[in-house]
C-alpha cells in the first residue's frame, strides 16, 4: 500500500489537496475553486488519492466532502523511518571504512 501512497503523493496537484485536508474536511469544489481545474479533474486526484489510502469522501446532497483519513500518512511515515534509519546505518559504516583507508 505504501507504494501507491507514494505515487498518489508524487503528484503536486494531489500533495497540495493532502496539505489542505491536513486543516479539516472540505468539499470538492472549494479544493477546485483556488486552481484552474475543472471539478471533474479535482475529483480524478481525489480518487487516486481514495484508491491509495489517504482520503475518504462522502457525498452528501450535490456536496462532495473530502477528509484525510486519521491514519493516512502513518504507513509513509514508518515507512520513512525505517528507511532513515537503514541509510543512517549504511552512511556510519561507510564513514567509519573510509577514516580506516
Not at 505504501?2 to 500533495?15: K, M, N
Request: net charge positive; glycine share 6%; aromatic share 2%.
Amino acid at each position: 500500500m505504501v507504494h501507491r501512497q507514494f505515487a498518489a503523493l508524487g503528484d503536486p496537484t494531489r500533495l497540495a489537496i493532502v496539505e489542505r485536508l491536513v486543516r479539516g474536511p472540505t468539499s470538492a469544489g472549494d479544493l477546485a475553486a483556488p486552481t484552474s481545474m475543472s471539478l471533474p479533474a479535482v475529483l480524478k486526484h481525489v480518487r487516486v488519492l481514495e484508491e491509495a489510502g489517504l482520503v475518504t469522501t462522502v457525498k452528501r446532497g450535490r456536496v462532495r466532502e473530502c477528509r484525510l483519513r486519521d491514519d493516512a500518512l502513518v504507513a509513509v511515515a514508518t515507512w520513512t523511518a525505517q528507511q532513515q534509519a537503514l541509510w543512517s546505518t549504511r552512511l556510519d559504516a561507510l564513514g567509519t571504512l573510509l577514516e580506516d583507508t
